[in-house]
């Protein structure tokens, strides 16, 4: 079981890459702890920006540090970054085209049972609605090191969406295929097509393997670039498999299963069921709870699988 | 260089280019219009032709609807075509839009939506103090958007980070578009407030150069805290019939206050 979150990486990559160069900038609102920025935070004094518990300002001062050549990272939960913040992402990082990293921490349901003020189901769909704002949600720990190294070397906005937890390894040390904006093939599969993002596709991948002991061959697609997504891993998949089953962390409306279904539709329609956490305050309970308790688990999603196919 | 003479040439851009346009917040561009001019014409340490300096002095319109005056200052002092400008402006594929664009050369940030030019002329007077540079930050806000609670996280930074290098306006024109800022939301405690935040206060009457110029100098000189610049000024300053009239926050006028406007303001420069 692999106990080091994706914050973690974020931390020690920052971390290693801020000795380098001196205009990364990571800024917190009172969320160093929560963001696993402590060591950053204590080691870079002089590239740590503490903006107190004020999301709009943290992200107006990153684009103002950004405007004046600064790496600005800000780190903040996904609940407010997406949402309490959003006007400063829409106009002073996206619209202005300024190198902010948002960087949303404790995102979709982490939080758990402290609700839905807490939960951040909803920032695929702001974040992503907004012109020239990209959005990652990557799913373990190497891929989320992979991302990082790879947004660094670019100067356009970016939110990035990770869990508050360690999450099982998709991928293995030394072993992470990673191309910037193409979807990862996680397993090879002919009769149906699962893309999930983020956390959850670790669940996809272990549904595939239960599935291959049913005679079903899935293919399994992990779109941690929900935005821009992945068209071409689509529509290769919609003309080869029967099925696509969106898997996300997220709510149904403007999802990463939205933007699927919406390529699909237009180039090569075929099947697609969206798994996604609903229209709704989610049931109180831990992220592996929710997630067995809307389907959008492994069993959850062999089941889906099993009965549309 | 007459800086008076010079805020008059412009405000008679301004009017010509609301006028032709057929659109534009004519009452706060004629207020800002001294403040722009000081800054634009004699402090500010920039260069149409190097706006990659990492040295530059940096500005932010927070008020992004004085648009037209920012536009008119920035055309005069060769940052950009003023014919192109005139040809264009707020029409079919211009990218000189109503709000400051910074796809046009000169222009720092796009602002439009209230309550965001401070936090991000805080990110740039901290940049600059991080990278031991000497240049300055200034950003100029309306006071009806000293309503945006957003300002006062901005306030409470730039005081928190004693950032000497950045200087805020507020354009006090008393006035807002739905009418004075007493009725629509308090805002006569201004001075009071940012001191309370930690911050230099300077209060002004804001369409006089020399004042404005004199608070400017006495920024540049208050170490380990911000200035604000609490310029009372008159909206519609310089055109007797637009002055302290709320109707006048985005009105178009007509030939004939066209002409009066442009009369007044010939009479105004040849008084000089």
Same mark, same amino acid.
């Not at chain 1, 290769?236 to 962390?249: D, G, P, R, Y």
């Not at chain 1, 539709?265 to 969206?274: D, E, L, M, Y």
């Not at chain 2, 609490?230 to 709320?246: D, L, Q, R």
């Given at each position: 079981?692999?106990?080091?979150?994706?914050?973690?990486?974020?931390?020690?990559?920052?971390?290693?890459?801020?000795?380098?160069?001196?205009?990364?900038?990571?800024?917190?609102?009172?969320?160093?702890?929560?963001?696993?920025?402590?060591?950053?935070?204590?080691?870079?004094?002089?590239?740590?920006?503490?903006?107190?518990?004020?999301?709009?300002?943290?992200?107006?001062?990153?684009?103002?540090?950004?405007?004046?050549?600064?790496?600005?990272?800000?780190?903040?939960?996904?609940?407010?970054?997406?949402? !309490?913040?959003?006007?400063?992402?829409?106009?002073?990082?996206?619209?202005?085209?300024?190198?902010?990293?948002?960087?949303?921490?404790?995102?979709?349901?982490?939080?758990?049972?402290?609700?839905?003020?807490?939960?951040?189901?909803?920032?695929?769909?702001?974040?992503?609605?907004?012109?020239?704002?990209?959005?990652?949600?990557?799913?373990?720990?190497?891929?989320?090191?992979?991302?990082?190294?790879?947004?660094?070397?670019?100067?356009?906005?970016?939110?990035?969406?990770?869990?508050?937890?360690?999450?099982?390894?998709? %991928?293995?040390?030394?072993?992470?295929?990673?191309?910037?904006?193409?979807?990862?093939?996680?397993?090879?599969?002919?009769?149906?097509?699962?893309?999930?993002?983020?956390?959850?596709?670790?669940?996809?991948?272990?549904?595939?393997?239960?599935?291959?002991?049913?005679?079903?061959?899935?293919?399994?697609?992990?779109? %941690?670039?929900?935005?821009?997504?992945?068209?071409?891993?689509?529509?290769?998949?919609?003309?080869?498999?029967?099925?696509?089953?969106?898997?996300?962390?997220?709510?149904?409306?403007?999802?990463?299963?939205?933007?699927?279904?919406?390529?699909?539709?237009?180039?090569?329609?075929?099947?697609?069921?969206?798994?996604?956490?609903?229209?709704?305050?989610?049931?109180?309970?831990?992220? !592996?709870?929710?997630?067995?308790? %809307?389907?959008?688990?492994?069993?959850?999603?062999?089941?889906?699988?099993?009965?549309?196919? | 260089?007459?800086?008076?003479?010079?805020?008059?040439?412009?405000?008679?851009?301004?009017?010509?280019?609301?006028?032709? *346009?057929?659109?534009?917040?004519?009452?706060?561009?004629?207020?800002?219009?001294?403040?722009?001019?000081?800054?634009?014409?004699?402090?500010?340490?920039?260069?149409?032709?190097?706006?990659?300096?990492?040295?530059?002095?940096?500005?932010?319109?927070?008020?992004?609807?004085?648009?037209?005056?920012?536009?008119?200052?920035?055309?005069?002092?060769?940052?950009?075509?003023?014919?192109?400008?005139?040809?264009?402006?707020?029409?079919?594929?211009?990218?000189?839009?109503?709000?400051?664009?910074?796809? =046009?050369?000169?222009?720092?940030?796009?602002?439009?939506?209230?309550?965001?030019?401070?936090?991000?002329?805080?990110?740039?007077?901290?940049?600059?103090?991080?990278?031991?540079?000497?240049?300055?930050?200034?950003?100029?806000?309306?006071?009806?958007?000293?309503?945006?609670?957003?300002?006062?996280?901005?306030?409470?930074?730039?005081?928190?980070?004693?950032?000497?290098?950045?200087?805020?306006?507020?354009?006090?024109?008393?006035?807002? =578009?739905?009418?004075?800022?007493?009725?629509?939301?308090?805002?006569?405690?201004?001075?009071?407030?940012?001191? *309370?935040?930690?911050?230099?206060?300077?209060?002004?009457?804001?369409?006089?150069?020399?004042? =404005?110029?004199?608070?400017?100098?006495?920024?540049?000189?208050?170490?380990?805290?911000?200035?604000?610049?609490?310029?009372?000024?008159?909206?519609?300053?310089?055109?007797?019939? =637009?002055?302290?009239?709320?109707?006048?926050?985005?009105?178009?006028?007509?030939?004939?206050?066209?002409?009066?406007?442009?009369?007044?303001?010939?009479?105004?420069?040849?008084?000089?």
């Amino acid at each position: 079981m692999n106990k080091i979150a994706n914050k973690q990486v974020i931390n020690d990559v920052l971390l290693e890459e801020s000795a380098k160069d001196k205009d990364i900038i990571v800024l917190c609102s009172d969320s160093r702890g929560s963001a696993g920025m402590k060591s950053y935070a204590e080691q870079r004094p002089e590239q740590f920006v503490e903006v107190g518990i004020a999301e709009q300002n943290l992200v107006g001062i990153s684009a103002g540090l950004a405007a004046c050549g600064k790496k600005p990272f800000a780190v903040s939960p996904a609940s407010f970054l997406s949402t !309490r913040s959003m006007e400063q992402a829409k106009v002073d990082v996206a619209y202005s085209n300024t190198n902010v990293k948002l960087i949303g921490i404790s995102g979709g349901v982490s939080y758990g049972a402290l609700g839905m003020t807490h939960h951040s189901a909803t920032d695929i769909a702001t974040m992503g609605s907004m012109p020239n704002m990209r959005v990652y949600l990557p799913s373990d720990r190497f891929q989320t090191e992979a991302l990082i190294k790879s947004v660094l070397k670019d100067e356009k906005p970016a939110y990035i969406r990770i869990g508050r937890n360690a999450v099982e390894d998709v %991928y293995e040390d030394g072993n992470v295929p990673f191309e910037l904006d193409k979807a990862t093939l996680v397993k090879d599969g002919t009769d149906v097509t699962i893309i999930a993002c983020g956390e959850l596709v670790g669940d996809a991948k272990a549904a595939a393997e239960e599935l291959s002991g049913k005679g079903i061959s899935a293919r399994v697609l992990d779109m %941690y670039c929900v935005k821009p997504i992945d068209k071409d891993a689509i529509i290769k998949a919609a003309k080869e498999t029967k099925l696509i089953v969106t898997v996300e962390e997220h709510t149904m409306y403007g999802g990463m299963g939205s933007m699927v279904a919406q390529i699909t539709a237009a180039n090569a329609p075929v099947k697609v069921v969206n798994l996604t956490l609903p229209d709704a305050p989610v049931v109180t309970g831990k992220s !592996r709870e929710i997630f067995k308790y %809307y389907g959008l688990d492994a069993e959850g999603i062999v089941k889906t699988v099993t009965e549309q196919l | 260089m007459n800086l008076e003479a010079k805020a008059l040439d412009i405000r008679k851009d301004i009017i010509e280019l609301i006028y032709s *346009a057929g659109c534009g917040h004519i009452g706060g561009d004629l207020s800002v219009t001294d403040i722009l001019v000081d800054l634009y014409y004699k402090q500010m340490n920039v260069d149409p032709n190097k706006m990659d300096d990492p040295n530059r002095d940096r500005f932010v319109l927070s008020k992004g609807h004085s648009v037209e005056a920012l536009y008119c200052v920035l055309a005069d002092r060769g940052f950009f075509d003023k014919k192109e400008l005139f040809d264009t402006y707020s029409k079919h594929l211009s990218k000189y839009i109503g709000h400051p664009n910074n796809k =046009i050369n000169g222009v720092e940030m796009n602002t439009g939506s209230l309550g965001h030019g401070l936090s991000v002329a805080v990110g740039m007077a901290m940049a600059g103090k991080m990278d031991k540079r000497d240049y300055r930050v200034y950003a100029v806000m309306g006071d009806g958007e000293m309503a945006e609670g957003s300002n006062w996280e901005a306030i409470t930074a730039g005081a928190h980070y004693g950032l000497d290098n950045l200087t805020a306006f507020v354009d006090r024109n008393r006035l807002q =578009i739905s009418g004075t800022t007493e009725e629509v939301m308090t805002a006569d405690d201004q001075e009071e407030r940012w001191a *309370a935040f930690g911050w230099n206060v300077i209060s002004i009457p804001g369409n006089n150069m020399e004042a =404005i110029d004199n608070a400017v100098e006495e920024a540049k000189k208050t170490k380990g805290k911000p200035t604000v610049i609490i310029a009372n000024t008159t909206k519609g300053c310089g055109v007797s019939f =637009i002055e302290n009239k709320a109707a006048w926050h985005h009105k178009v006028p007509t030939e004939a206050e066209y002409q009066q406007a442009l009369k007044e303001l010939d009479e105004r420069r040849a008084q000089l």
